[in-house]
């Protein structure tokens, strides 16, 4: 399809109106240009590869339980996606071919959703690797938009810093995955920046003039946290991290309180709130709620999402981007570990914590150092299955992280909240049986008194 200048168009998707949060005041102008981008009447933004498109609003919209909260942009997810030619080495492919401008969704795909590996428990409590469902490239299911709407609606429900809810839309019969209807979620932001906390620890504000966007994003949460000195040195970013580790410590918390659990909380999953200075809740659309499995399980569950946090924290200090930028006796001295672990429990002490964290760091270290001796043939020469082949067996890392973290969570408010009989020698038997052969070493890890720390 041409218009009368001759040029490609995309023709507009059918679509339909099924959710739209009360909770928020928008102005009509603002609605209808959301809705001409969900449904291609006007061609999306998207700010990066992948599938979130981007606006901003020309009035911002409000809270109507807060009108003074002001909200400036949109994040449109599942409305297509944008596939550019991409200098890194390292990233799962979205599309069969590069493309210079965005797409709409399609029913193709998306293999590596259903290939990576998440750690949980199975129907009956046994550790377990669990897979994500299949999703198609540029879109989403109707069903999973509605979970990142009413997930996004519980928090905001609870006074949980995150995305406002504002409309879900299903798309016609002609866009359907295995048989389901795919749709979009539309959410509004309290910034117009389109970056994540990732930029801070690993993503393109640590290559300092490779990204301005970024490096603005990171000045910014600097100077909102009141942190000075060289943006470039190693211990600065540091103490950013360490700041914003306590406070996703604290949203975690607050999060499985709010009876919710996922499986991807990594800092890709958090956005900055500048005006509130708290981190933001971000892509929803794989959490559920706690009141869906048996009761028995929700204490392990919240075990494991505290776990996951943990790990996706430290692991991606080995990231390829960031291979010999951070120096162990920084990362040792500094330790985001307890801040991250401190903000999920504020009342443990730091002699009860540092212990945990000294012995998780242990675990971590040896292949920090083994992805660091061979930064350079990754980063130039090995392919993405080579490098994984070296990176830290993250089932172990997580059984060893709820082991030692267990005795905190049994005093803590989430345990109150989800009470069960599970324990510490639960635990023990659990890592036994899933690990195998692999359990000596982690009991060689569980048992350390002493570190190089």
């Not at 020309?58 to 002001?70: R, T």
């Not at 400036?72 to 599942?78: D, S």
């Not at 990204?211 to 600065?236: C, F, M, Q, V, W």
Request: proline content about 7%; aromatic content about 14%; charged content about 20%.
């Amino acid at each position: 399809m041409t218009n009368d200048k001759g040029q490609m168009t995309t023709p507009s998707l059918d679509y339909t109106i099924t959710h739209r949060f009360p909770g928020v005041e928008i102005s009509d102008r603002e609605w209808e240009t959301l809705i001409e981008l969900a449904s291609w009447q006007c061609i999306p933004e998207f700010p990066r590869r992948g599938r979130m498109a981007w606006h901003k609003l020309a009035q911002p919209a409000s809270l109507v339980a807060n009108p003074d909260y002001q909200l400036t942009a949109a994040k449109l997810k599942g409305v297509g996606a944008w596939n550019p030619p991409d200098t890194s080495r390292h990233r799962d492919p979205l599309l069969d071919s590069f493309t210079e401008t965005p797409i709409p969704p399609t029913t193709k795909p998306l293999e590596s959703f259903a290939t990576y590996p998440h750690f949980g428990f199975n129907s009956e409590g046994d550790y377990t690797f669990v897979y994500s469902d299949p999703a198609p490239v540029g879109g989403i299911l109707h069903s999973r938009a509605l979970l990142e709407y009413r997930s996004a609606e519980i928090l905001v429900e609870n006074g949980v810093p995150t995305i406002v809810p504002l409309a879900v839309i299903q798309y016609g019969d002609n866009y359907r995955f295995l048989g389901k209807p795919m749709g979009a979620v539309i959410s509004l932001v309290p910034d117009t920046a389109p970056y994540r906390l990732s930029q801070v620890q690993f993503g393109s504000a640590t290559q300092r003039g490779t990204n301005p966007g970024a490096d603005d994003y990171y000045d910014r949460i600097r100077k909102s946290l009141g942190i000075e000195g060289d943006p470039t040195h190693e211990t600065t970013r540091l103490e950013t991290i360490n700041r914003l580790a306590r406070k996703i410590g604290k949203s975690m918390h607050d999060f499985t309180l709010a009876g919710l659990y996922r499986y991807s909380p990594e800092w890709s999953n958090f956005e900055y709130d500048f005006e509130r200075q708290e981190v933001l809740f971000t892509d929803l659309d794989s959490t559920r709620q706690m009141a869906e499995i048996p009761a028995e399980f929700r204490t392990l569950q919240a075990l494991r999402e505290l776990g996951s946090v943990v790990y996706r924290t430290v692991a991606k200090f080995g990231t390829p981007a960031v291979l010999g930028i951070y120096t162990l006796n920084n990362l040792l001295t500094y330790d985001p570990l307890f801040e991250l672990i401190s903000g999920y429990f504020p009342q443990a002490t730091a002699a009860e914590i540092k212990p945990i964290t000294k012995m998780l760091w242990n675990c971590f270290i040896p292949y920090l150092f083994l992805l660091n001796k061979y930064k350079q043939e990754i980063n130039h020469d090995w392919s993405s299955e080579r490098r994984r082949s070296y990176k830290m067996d993250h089932d172990l890392f997580y059984i060893l992280a709820m082991t030692s973290l267990y005795p905190l969570f049994r005093q803590s408010d989430i345990f109150h909240r989800y009470p069960s009989t599970l324990t510490l020698e639960n635990l023990m038997q659990k890592a036994q049986v899933y690990l195998g052969e692999r359990y000596e070493y982690f009991l060689y890890l569980f048992d350390q008194k002493t570190s190089i720390v």
